[in-house]
C-alpha cells in the first residue's frame, strides 16, 4: 500500500472509530449511569470503557501490528513503528452532568529516526455532531469543511482558553498570569477539549494549558497543525511522546506563529 492509499485507509478507519465510538457515547449521554472512580481519582464509566474498546477492537482488524495508547486499557505493541493514542471521553465530568462538550480524541503518530512524529488526529463531538480531522499532509476539516486558524493583531485583542487555574503548579500559574494579563479576555473551564477545535476553526485565538496526559494531546497536534495553527509545550519545542512527563504536559496553541511568539514570550517573563 502507498503512502496516498495508506492515508486514505487512514481516513476511513478514523470516521469509523469516530462512529462507533459516538453511538457508544451517546447511548448512555443523559443516562442514569454508574460512576467510577479512577486511581488518580477521576471519573469514568461504561461509556468511556466500551467506547475505547469498540474502537481498539477496530484498529485491531484493519492494522494488527499497530500499537494502541488509550486512557482506560492501557498500552500494546508500544514499539510498533505507528501508534494509536485514544481517549474515548475528554471530559468525563462534562459527560456525567449533560454537559454536550465533551469529545472523543483520536490520534495516530508515526515512529522514526527522529523520534515519534504526529501523523492524523481527529477531535470528535458526538452530541455536537461536529468532528476536526486532519494532520501535517491532510489540510483539517470540520465536517468536511476546510478549517483554518486566525490570525491575531496582537495579545492586547486575542482571546485565551484554559481548562483550569487548579492545573498549574506555583510557577507555571505565575507564567500563566502573565500571559493572561496580556490578553483582551480569558475563559475558564467548561469546553474541555473543544476548545482546541475553536482554535482550528478561527473562532478563538490561544489555548494554553499544563498537566496533560499524552491522550489529551495526542490527537488536538496534527489537526491543529492541519488547520495552520501552531502548537507546542511552553518552552517553544514541539510537543512529544514524553511531554506529560518531561514538561508536566504543558500545552500552548495559538492560530497563528506570530501570536504564538508572543505568548511565549510572556509565559517566559
Known amino acids: 500500500m502507498g503512502d496516498e492509499g495508506f492515508k486514505k485507509t487512514c481516513v476511513a478507519l478514523f470516521h469509523r472509530l469516530a462512529d462507533t465510538s459516538g453511538a457508544i457515547v451517546l447511548s448512555h449521554f443523559r443516562k442514569n449511569v454508574a460512576i467510577d472512580a479512577k486511581s488518580d481519582a477521576t471519573p469514568v464509566t461504561i461509556a468511556d470503557r466500551d467506547s475505547e474498546t469498540a474502537m481498539r477492537e ?15 486499557h492501557g498500552s500494546e505493541r508500544l514499539d510498533s513503528e505507528w501508534l494509536w493514542i485514544l481517549d474515548p471521553i475528554d471530559g468525563t465530568k462534562s459527560f456525567i452532568n449533560g454537559v454536550p462538550l465533551f469529545g472523543t480524541l483520536i490520534g495516530l503518530w508515526r ?111 496534527p489537526v491543529l497543525e492541519g488547520a495552520g495553527a501552531r502548537i507546542t509545550d511552553w518552552n517553544g519545542a514541539p510537543l512529544a511522546l514524553e511531554s506529560e512527563t518531561t514538561v508536566h504536559g504543558q500545552v500552548l496553541a495559538c492560530g497563528d506563529a506570530r501570536l504564538h511568539a508572543a505568548a511565549l514570550a510572556a509565559l517566559q517573563g
Not at 477496530?58 to 482506560?72: M, N, Q, S, V, Y
Not at 481527529?122 to 476536526?132: D, F, G, K, S
Request: aromatic share 8%; glycine share 12%; net charge neutral.
Open 111 to 221: 515512529r522514526t529516526v527522529t523520534g515519534a512524529q504526529p501523523y492524523l488526529g481527529c477531535i470528535n463531538h458526538p452530541a455536537l455532531n461536529e468532528r476536526w480531522l486532519g494532520g501535517a499532509d491532510l489540510p483539517t476539516t470540520l465536517n468536511g469543511v476546510p478549517a483554518r486558524s486566525r490570525n491575531c493583531a496582537g495579545l492586547g485583542t486575542a482571546a485565551l482558553y484554559t481548562t483550569s487555574a487548579s492545573a498549574f503548579g506555583d510557577a507555571e500559574r505565575e507564567a500563566f498570569l502573565r500571559l493572561k494579563a496580556a490578553v483582551r479576555q480569558t475563559r475558564y473551564g467548561g469546553t474541555d477539549c473543544y476548545h482546541y477545535g475553536m482554535v482550528a476553526s478561527g473562532w478563538t485565538d490561544l489555548a494554553c494549558e499544563a498537566g496533560l496526559k499524552l491522550h489529551d494531546y495526542g490527537a488536538i497536534v
Open 58 to 72: 477496530l484498529i485491531a482488524k484493519a492494522f494488527p501490528d499497530h500499537g494502541i495508547i488509550g486512557e482506560e
